[in-house]
T-cell receptor, first 114, second 114 residues
């Protein structure tokens, strides 16, 4: 069976510090991978998605970046965090590209920027 | 602009009672609509999915309806249980040609009490 992991589970970082969140998927190959952010009282916002190694599509301009160095690894990074980067970050995957594929979400990372 | 609006924002009901959550969307072109359940601090988990041609779908005590003409959906929970306490998120999917992309509602926070 497939599983998706995210770490760390929680993170408290000062403004201006770097960020690296990691997501890995097991039990499947060539998944589509997604990074979302869920701010308090807001819906999930798609940040990045990837349909293959090295292929990253950005949905919103921001100081975050994403990379996919391996087939089942998706990394969210920032060089300098802002207060507005605080939120709940979720990684998700789908097997194919058809629109009725369910997106399976990881457990999330709670990021607090102080 | 693709949007998904949910109501009410929050709801408190007694255990054993029924409730109905609402979702209105403006996503186009519409592909499918899912209801997700998100426990606090966890990733969302899919409850139901409906395509354009479907107008009702059940999953145990959860029944979702879809009116594609009015672009409205509802999630009915029957005989609520304490474990139903969670956020329920309406998610509408559209297909870009390379990947499925989702528009999320802000969710309804349901609390079931004794």
């Amino acid at each position: 069976s497939q599983t998706i992991h995210q770490w760390p589970a929680t993170l408290v970082q000062p403004v201006g510090s770097p960020l690296s969140l990691e997501c890995t998927v097991e039990g499947t190959s060539n998944p589509n991978l997604y990074w979302y952010r869920q701010a308090a009282g807001r819906g999930l916002q798609l940040l990045f998605y990837s349909v293959g190694i090295g292929q990253i599509s950005s949905e919103v301009p921001q100081n975050l970046s994403a990379s996919r160095p391996q087939d089942r690894q998706f990394i969210l990074s920032s060089k300098k965090l802002l207060l507005s980067d605080s939120g709940f970050y979720l990684c998700a995957w789908t097997q194919g590209i058809v629109s009725d594929d369910e997106q399976f979400f990881g457990p999330g990372t709670r990021l607090t920027v102080l | 602009k693709n949007q998904v609006e949910q109501s009410p924002q929050s709801l408190i009901i007694l255990e054993g009672k029924n409730c109905t959550l609402q979702c209105n969307y403006t996503v186009s072109p519409f592909s499918n609509l899912r209801w997700y359940k998100q426990d606090t601090g966890r990733g969302p988990v899919s409850l139901t999915i409906m395509t354009f041609s479907e107008n009702t779908k059940s999953n145990g005590r959860y029944t979702a309806t879809l009116d594609a003409d009015t672009k409205q959906s509802s999630l009915h929970i029957t005989a609520s249980q304490l474990s139903d306490s969670a956020s329920y998120i309406c998610v509408v999917s559209f297909y870009t040609g390379t990947a499925s992309k989702l528009t999320f509602g802000t969710g309804t926070r349901l609390q079931v009490t004794l």
